[in-house]
């Protein structure tokens, strides 16, 4: 962009300024997230994810609109192996109370349809299964397959030839099929999956995601300190701190504000986060590379004068690899689909963020060290 060529802007100058500005966003975060707190979703807190099958090719924003009213809590819908199948994700782990007469209701159908007259004698239940006991085995065998066509998980209480007993889980499956299959009559789908996820294995998930990206800044940390200077590795991470820690706070603070937004932390905002860490010190490796031949050649020249000469210099590709980036990410933030969303709005605060901290924190945090030590940085 030729506008840029001949840029003289005095970015280091100003730097003060936007230390304010950088001291103001931290104190909106910190309130975004400890006064509204952050919003985990089912990869972190637990919850149960259903696969299901169907005839034909569905509309997923019909099945999403669908599942919204059965009550499920948090949920998230989206396709699954191509347009016939449907992935739901939600926090709930079980069937509640209130809705395992429903189920029984269906299963005594079930057997009254397929053997008249005929009734299974409850031996034992709970919120997870009901254990079924039929007049002979072959009834049971019979209704052991039933079931399981009709969508249930089950299995036959022990595999004597005697065996009278089918155990019939509950789970939030039972619960989805109970209330779709009126709405879609004409197009039946069966269950493929029921899996959960508890709360440990949460705990486990959110606390590898920490490592994650701490691990990612040491990793940083070292390998600036080996390729420019210890001070240039500081300051190139305190700028990813930054990005990561308002990014955040803007996702605690906007949480509900924004329709259709879903700003839940997960297994993707955390890609997302590490893609922004990635990005950002992309952006920040490009001045600072800028910055070292700058002082190679211009030895007499502050380092003030020398960082101003490398962001002025880098502002075009900056500009341009912003712009393009942002196309992409737009694109995903409004046709890319409610699973997605999240992902490419992180990308799209962090874009903005990133862009700024390689300016006017990393590079300033270098300028700030030299001038507090005296210190004379040379390559």
């Known amino acids: 962009m030729r506008v840029f060529e001949n840029l003289n802007v005095d970015f280091m100058g100003k730097r003060k300024l936007f ?183 949460g705990e486990e998930l959110k606390t590898d995601a920490l490592i994650a990206v701490f691990l990612s800044l040491v990793v940083i940390l070292i390998y600036l300190g080996f390729r420019f200077k210890f001070a240039f590795a500081i300051g190139a991470v305190a700028a990813l701190f930054h990005d990561v820690f308002i990014t955040l706070g803007i996702f605690a603070a906007l949480y509900g504000v924004i329709p259709g937004l879903n700003l839940e932390i997960s297994i993707s905002i955390v890609a997302a986060f590490l893609t922004l860490t990635g990005y950002s010190i992309n952006d920040t490796v490009i001045v600072f590379d800028r910055v070292r031949e700058d002082v190679k050649i211009h030895k007499s020249l502050p380092l003030e004068v020398n960082m101003n000469r490398a962001i002025n210099k880098t502002m075009s590709r900056t500009i341009i690899t912003g712009l ?18 999240g992902f490419a709005f992180a990308l799209f605060i962090g874009i903005i963020i990133g862009t700024y901290s390689s300016i006017f924190v990393a590079s300033a945090f270098v300028l700030e060290y030299d001038n507090r030590t005296k210190g004379k940085i040379e390559f």
């Open 324 to 341: 393009t980036t942002f196309i992409v990410v737009i694109i995903l933030m409004f046709i890319g689909g409610e699973v997605l969303r």
């Open 19 to 201: 230390y304010y500005v950088s001291g103001l966003l931290i104190i909106l975060s910190l309130i975004g997230i400890f006064v509204r707190g952050m919003q985990y979703g089912i990869d972190f807190k637990g919850g149960s994810e259903i696969g299901i099958q169907f005839t034909k090719s569905i509309e997923i924003a019909d099945v999403r609109n669908q599942v919204d009213k059965i009550g499920l809590g948090n949920v998230e819908v989206k396709t699954f192996g191509g347009s016939t199948g449907v992935l739901i994700r939600t926090d709930a782990q079980e069937i509640p109370s209130r809705e395992i007469p429903k189920v029984f209701d269906r299963i005594n159908t079930i057997i009254s349809n397929t053997y008249p007259g005929v009734t299974g004698t409850i031996i034992d239940s709970s919120n997870n299964s009901i254990t079924f006991e039929f007049p002979d085995s072959s009834i049971a065998e019979v209704m052991n397959n039933k079931l399981y066509q009709a969508g249930f998980q089950t299995a036959k209480v022990s595999e004597e030839p005697s065996n009278k007993g089918v155990v019939v889980r509950i789970g939030i499956a039972d619960w989805i099929k109970e209330n779709l299959t009126s709405h879609y009559t004409d197009n039946p789908f069966t269950v493929l999956k029921e899996e959960k996820v508890g709360p440990k294995i």
